[in-house]
C-alpha cells in the first residue's frame, strides 16, 4: 500500500467514532467523494459493530486492527480480530423483496458491505478473523 493507515481498536462501540474520524481525514487527504467517505464509514461502522457485539465470548478487552490504503485506484481494508471464528460471506443473501415485518433479523449488513465494496474476502489466520475488503475508486 503506498499511501495508508493502521489503527489499533479497542473492542467498545465508543471507538466507531474514532475509525470514521479516520476514514475521514484520509478520504479528505486523497480526494475522496463525499458519497465514497460516507459509504466506507458504513461499511466499517457495521463491520465493527458486528465484531464488537457479537464476536467475543467474553467481556474481556480485545483489540481490532483496521489497516486501510490507497494504492493507485485500488482502496483496501483489514480488519483483523481474536473474535469467534466468522466467516460473513458464508451468511445467505437477506430476502430483499419479503416484507420488512416478514425478514429475518440479520444479513443485511454483509449484503450492504457485499454492494458498496468491489471485492470482500475472509480468512482465519493465526487464531485470528482477517477480512480484506477492496473498492476501485476512479
Same mark, same amino acid.
Given at each position: 500500500m503506498h499511501s495508508g493507515f493502521s489503527l489499533r481498536l479497542h473492542n467498545? &462501540? %465508543?471507538? =466507531?467514532?474514532r475509525i470514521g474520524d479516520a476514514v475521514e481525514a484520509f478520504g479528505e487527504a486523497?480526494? &475522496?467523494?463525499?458519497?465514497?467517505?460516507?459509504?466506507?464509514?458504513?461499511? =466499517?461502522d457495521e463491520l465493527l459493530t458486528n465484531i464488537i457485539s457479537y464476536g467475543y465470548a467474553d467481556d474481556g478487552e480485545h483489540f481490532i486492527t483496521v489497516g486501510?490504503? &490507497?494504492?493507485g485506484a485500488? %482502496?483496501?481494508f483489514v480488519l483483523e480480530d481474536d473474535a469467534r471464528p466468522f466467516d460473513p460471506l458464508t451468511a445467505a443473501a437477506p430476502d430483499t423483496t419479503a416484507a420488512a415485518d416478514?425478514?429475518?433479523?440479520?444479513g443485511l449488513g454483509i449484503h450492504l458491505v457485499r454492494t458498496i465494496m468491489d471485492r470482500v474476502a475472509y480468512e482465519r489466520v493465526g487464531g485470528k478473523n482477517r477480512l480484506i475488503l477492496e473498492k476501485d475508486v476512479n
Amino acid at each position: 500500500m503506498h499511501s495508508g493507515f493502521s489503527l489499533r481498536l479497542h473492542n467498545r &462501540l %465508543l471507538e =466507531l467514532d474514532r475509525i470514521g474520524d479516520a476514514v475521514e481525514a484520509f478520504g479528505e487527504a486523497h480526494a &475522496l467523494s463525499a458519497k465514497l467517505r460516507y459509504q466506507l464509514r458504513l461499511v =466499517l461502522d457495521e463491520l465493527l459493530t458486528n465484531i464488537i457485539s457479537y464476536g467475543y465470548a467474553d467481556d474481556g478487552e480485545h483489540f481490532i486492527t483496521v489497516g486501510m490504503g &490507497l494504492d493507485g485506484a485500488r %482502496l483496501r481494508f483489514v480488519l483483523e480480530d481474536d473474535a469467534r471464528p466468522f466467516d460473513p460471506l458464508t451468511a445467505a443473501a437477506p430476502d430483499t423483496t419479503a416484507a420488512a415485518d416478514r425478514r429475518p433479523i440479520g444479513g443485511l449488513g454483509i449484503h450492504l458491505v457485499r454492494t458498496i465494496m468491489d471485492r470482500v474476502a475472509y480468512e482465519r489466520v493465526g487464531g485470528k478473523n482477517r477480512l480484506i475488503l477492496e473498492k476501485d475508486v476512479n
